[in-house]
Every structure is written in structure tokens, then in C-alpha cells.
């Protein structure tokens, strides 16, 4: 009964608020600041509407109603709803240069937030605290502020010590994790909690497709971690980097549930950039039409597009060819199904089913692409990245940067999603 456990903690405070003066505390009204946080809390979590909405050359998110449409169980909220409000921070800056792109998309700057993977950043993405409390307040809108934290119940890690033979010489694959500090060799899954963990290889090769291996793993205490040794075959390695790809999915499947993921790479060069867009569309785009690309790599065909929905890959695209069309006129961003031979796409886009966790893109080169890989595996999530990830909201940002002294009261609450089980913590602040 993991989806109906609920709980929640209220701590009260009160503060001198330096721009406004004493905040005129009162006992009394602390009952109802309680209250209004518990609403609150619950709006996030039962209640299902758009949390973005195209705003001029962009995208801005307006609610923080997270309920999962039609949910298995309540409460359960839609981890594709929190890929969005996580917005790409940390990573390098990368451009979209292709303007039919831009437009189809709404989104011109993102950040590279893992191996051929890009995140929408500002100011293509912006938070409209005002439309979001007055969605939570009504009228009441501007007597309130809150900050929202969304949080894993568990860290559940994928954690590589192998060492992969390539033409250039002995690569190293490790992961600089703490979760990962210490760990033998091999393919490992290190946790905060125990349990049982489903893990699924998922290797590509050239000319040879794509295959997939499942491992069922029971976590045992190591420390002051739980782990299980994933048991791959060294083939498993082979060609990586050039001529196969391989990626990891571990899924911590008892409650409280986990996700993670790992692409087994020796190459930092991708063929083929992914991105979960605000509008709710997987794009997939020509290395040469971003800035953190590597230039104007010849034509390349998607060999297949796999959405993972939770319980196993529904394919939604077959070779689809992208061509940055360089010196050879212009180009136009489709469908994927229809970007086929000479359709001159420069990128195209899929539409994933409710409830997918994330898109395993195969791409191969053609045989003009000099010393570029044949070809690439790439995981776009859509979900947060990493999954370990805290997301945190804070609506106050709209008129101050620090954290507000007022009167305050927070509830908490346990809550599944599609591929984890979050911990939510809002703290409501009023003003006199």
C-alpha cells in the first residue's frame, strides 16, 4: 500500500523581517497558516493541470499542480511534470543554431546535461511565481510565498569499475559519485536502502540492432551502503565507443521505489543531441546544429528511437536520417517517421506515451564521417536528471533573494511518482 502512505510534520517559526519590520506574529493565526499549508501541499499533489504554458519566443511554468493523469494509485505525481520544473543548471551552455528548430521548439538555450542529452535553461524556460500563487492563493495571492522541495526517498546508484579496450588503447568507465567511492570491479548498484532491484542492459551494434538483458538483483549491506553486483559478460564491452553502445537501467522495484540509469561511454563526441522538450515532445537534432557540437558531421540515420515506459520499450521511430544540410540549402525539423532519405530534416521529434520514463536513441553515421564514432547510444529522460536530483521552488525569488523571515509553518508528505518515491516539503510563509 506504498501509494496511499502519507505523513506530514509542521514546525513553526517566527522571525524579525527586516524590509517590513516586526512580523506582527500571533498564536492564534497559526492554526490557520497550518492549515493553509496542508492545502497548499495537497494542491501540488492531487490536483492535475498544465504546469507550462508558451509564453512570446519561450516557455514559462505557471502551476505546480503535479498529480499524474489518471494515476495508478493516489497519491502518485508525474515525473514528467518534474523533468520540466527542473530546469538545466550546472551544465554547459549549449545553443540551438538552427532557427526552424528554435521556433518548432520555443527553446533556444539549454545546457548539456549528460552525454548527448540537453536540458531547456533560461531564458527560454522562467518560472511565473505571480501566475503560480495566484493559481495556489486566488485574491489572496500576494499574502503568500512558499518553497517547494522534491526529493528521492532513496539514492539508488549505478555505479561502473571496468576498464574497456578500444583501438586508441585501455579506457577506463568509473563514475564519480561519493555513492561510488570504493567500489569493486565490475558493474555495480549501490543504495541508501535495501530491496530488490531489476537491472536491464540494453547494447547496440552496428549492423546488428539492438538487445536486451535482464538482471533480477537483491541488495545486501556493505557498509554503510546496500549493493549487488550486476553479473554482465566482458562481450558486453566490446566496440564500445565506436561500433556498439550500451547502457544500464537499474530499478529498485520495493518500496520506496528508485530509478537510475548509466551510458557506457569512451568517447565525450555525440552524433546526435536529445532533448525532452517543454512542450512534451522527444527532439532529436544534428550534432551540427548546436553550439556543443562537434561541427558539420555528414548525414546520419537514427536507427531506432525505444521509449521505456516502466514495464518494458515500446519503439517509436526507425531510421529516420537527420542532415544538417551545410552549403546545401535549407532544411526543416518533422515527425520522425517522416524524415526519411532525402527529406532533408535537420532534426525531428517524437511524441512519447503516458507514463515513459525515458527515449534509448541508436544513431550511426554514414561512411563520410571521418574520425566521428559510427555510431552512438543516447538516454533522454524524461524525468529529473539525475534522478538523485532535489528539485526545490521558491516563489519568494519574485521580490527578494534571500529566504524571508516571516511567520511559517511546513508540511511534509510521501509520495510515488512513475519511477521513484519522493519526499515533498512545502514551507508557507505569510506576510503581516
Not at 538483483?217 to 554482465?232: D, F, N, V
Amino acid at each position: 500500500m506504498a501509494g496511499v502512505l502519507l505523513g506530514f510534520v509542521v514546525f513553526v517559526y517566527s522571525f524579525l523581517f527586516p524590509y517590513y519590520g516586526p512580523t506582527q506574529y500571533k498564536p492564534s493565526d497559526q492554526p490557520q497558516l497550518v492549515n493553509a499549508a496542508q492545502q497548499a501541499l495537497d494542491r501540488v499533489v492531487f490536483i492535475n493541470s498544465p504546469t507550462a504554458a508558451r509564453s512570446g519566443s519561450g516557455w514559462s511554468i505557471v502551476d505546480l499542480a503535479l498529480s499524474a493523469p489518471a494515476p495508478l494509485y493516489q497519491p502518485q505525481i508525474d515525473i514528467s511534470k518534474l523533468a520540466f520544473l527542473q530546469q538545466g543548471v550546472g551544465g554547459a551552455a549549449c545553443y540551438i543554431q538552427q532557427k526552424a528548430l528554435v521556433d518548432a521548439t520555443g527553446i533556444s538555450s539549454a545546457v548539456l546535461a549528460g552525454y548527448g542529452v540537453l536540458k531547456p535553461a533560461g531564458p527560454s524556460v522562467s518560472f511565473d511565481y505571480v501566475r503560480i500563487l495566484k493559481n495556489f492563493f486566488g485574491g489572496d495571492w500576494d499574502k503568500y510565498d512558499f518553497t517547494l522541495v522534491i526529493a528521492p526517498l532513496v539514492n539508488l546508484t549505478v555505479c561502473p569499475n571496468v576498464v574497456v579496450r578500444i583501438p586508441a588503447g585501455d579506457v577506463a568507465i568509473y563514475r564519480k559519485d561519493p555513492m561510488c567511492q570504493g567500489v569493486g570491479q565490475g558493474v555495480w548498484v549501490r543504495s541508501t536502502a535495501g530491496g530488490r532491484v531489476v537491472a536491464t542492459a540494453i547494447r547496440c551494434e552496428v549492423g546488428a540492432g539492438c538487445a536486451l538483458s535482464s538482471y533480477d538483483l537483491k541488495l545486501s549491506r556493505s557498509g554503510q551502503w546496500w549493493e549487488a553486483q550486476i553479473p554482465m559478460p566482458a562481450t558486453m564491452f566490446n566496440g564500445l565507443g565506436d561500433t556498439a553502445g550500451l547502457v544500464v537501467i537499474a530499478q529498485k522495484v520495493e518500496y520506496p521505489r528508485a530509478m537510475d540509469y548509466y551510458v557506457f561511454n569512451t568517447t565525450s563526441r555525440s552524433l546526435v543531441y536529445g532533448m525532452y522538450g517543454t512542450d512534451g515532445r522527444l527532439w532529436f537534432m544534428h550534432d551540427a546544429t548546436v553550439s556543443c557540437g562537434s561541427g558539420n558531421t555528414p548525414a546520419l540515420g537514427i536507427r531506432s528511437v525505444d521509449v521505456f515506459t516502466g514495464a518494458g520499450f515500446q519503439n517509436l521511430a526507425s531510421d529516420a536520417t537527420l542532415d544538417p544540410g551545410i552549403g546545401a540549402g535549407s532544411v526543416k525539423v518533422d515527425y520522425c517517421g517522416s524524415c526519411t532519405s532525402n527529406a532533408r530534416c535537420a532534426a525531428c521529434w517524437v511524441e512519447p506515451p503516458p507514463g515513459a520514463l525515458f527515449a534509448v536513441v541508436w544513431a550511426e553515421r554514414n561512411s563520410q564521417g571521418g574520425s566521428a564514432p559510427q555510431s552512438v547510444i543516447v538516454v533522454v529522460p524524461l524525468m529529473p536528471t539525475p534522478p538523485q536530483a532535489a528539485i526545490r521552488i521558491d516563489t519568494w525569488l519574485r521580490w527578494t533573494p534571500n529566504e524571508p523571515r516571516l511567520q511559517s509553518a511546513v508540511a511534509t508528505r510521501v509520495v510515488e511518482s512513475q519511477s521513484a518515491t519522493y519526499l515533498l516539503k512545502l514551507v508557507l510563509y505569510r506576510r503581516p
